[in-house]
């Protein structure tokens, strides 16, 4: 084999790597999402459970009590996170839906 043979060989095995490269960080950002999107579905379900148990604590309490005022709090607060964690899903999942897995 001359030198320029095996510098072209060179190149073409560089490009052909440079590509493969190029196609795994890809394929590492979707699985990324995929993950976080996941994570996130996992909150807002534990947050919904959370709201439930919280409701129905309240529906327990006596009307003038401090817990049902504790109970109404927390309830806002967590109504609060899931807002976020519902706009951080729709974010991802426009993510994961665009990238056509």
């Known amino acids: 084999m001359s ?6 060989i060179a190149v073409l095995l560089a490009a052909l790597s440079a590509m493969y490269a190029k ?16 994570s996130l579905l996992a909150f807002r379900t ?10 129905k604590l309240a ?3 006596p009307s003038n009590s401090k817990g049902l005022e ?6 806002g607060d967590l109504d609060t996170k899931l807002r976020e964690i519902n706009s951080q899903i729709e ?3 426009d993510k994961v839906v665009a990238n056509k897995i």
């Open 59 to 61: 529906e327990i309490m």
């Open 23 to 38: 196609r795994a960080v890809n394929e590492a950002k979707k699985s990324n999402d995929i993950g976080r999107l996941n």
């Open 91 to 93: 974010l991802y999942h």
């Open 70 to 75: 504790q109970c109404r709090e927390s309830y």
């Open 3 to 8: 030198p320029e043979q095996i510098s072209i």
């Open 46 to 55: 534990h947050y919904l459970d959370l709201m439930a148990h919280k409701q």
